[in-house]
């Protein structure tokens, strides 16, 4: 089995900064793609940014310029830092990655459990 454990969400003021976690464990032979998602009442799942294993980036227009994701392979955790925080950042984060489990040939897409971030103004 694979398990990805977020942290790091809470409520924080307009303009404030908070930063996620999320570390991948269990029977993992390699980590490809990882991300973060976001998911507002009423709204649909959307992508927040994603890494691939060899560093590149992409995000989405909303978040561009206030935050950035990175990961550290060593330890499979993947990082969401976000700064200039707006009330409309508020949803539950979710994270995303692409993993090839051991004896097997192929990758299957893991999620975690979600961590609360809330914005107020």
């Known amino acids: 089995q694979v398990q990805l454990v977020e942290s790091g969400g809470g409520l924080v003021q307009a303009g404030g900064s908070l930063r996620l976690s999320c570390a991948a464990s269990?029977?993992?032979?390699?980590?490809?793609?990882m991300g973060w998602f976001r998911q507002a009442p009423g709204k649909q799942r959307e992508l927040v940014a994603s890494?691939?294993?060899?560093?590149?980036?992409n995000y989405a227009d909303s978040v561009k310029g206030r935050i950035t994701i990175s990961r550290d392979n060593a330890k499979n955790t993947v990082y969401l830092q976000m700064n200039s925080l707006k009330p409309e950042d508020t949803a539950v984060y979710y994270c995303?990655?692409?993993?090839?489990?051991?004896?097997?040939?192929?990758?299957?897409?893991?999620w975690g459990q979600g961590t609360q971030v809330t914005v107020s103004s």
């Open positions: 269990g029977s993992i032979f390699r980590l490809n793609a």
């Open positions: 890494i691939t294993s060899g560093g590149s980036t």
């Open positions: 995303n990655a692409d993993v090839r489990r051991i004896f097997t040939s192929g990758y299957s897409e893991y």
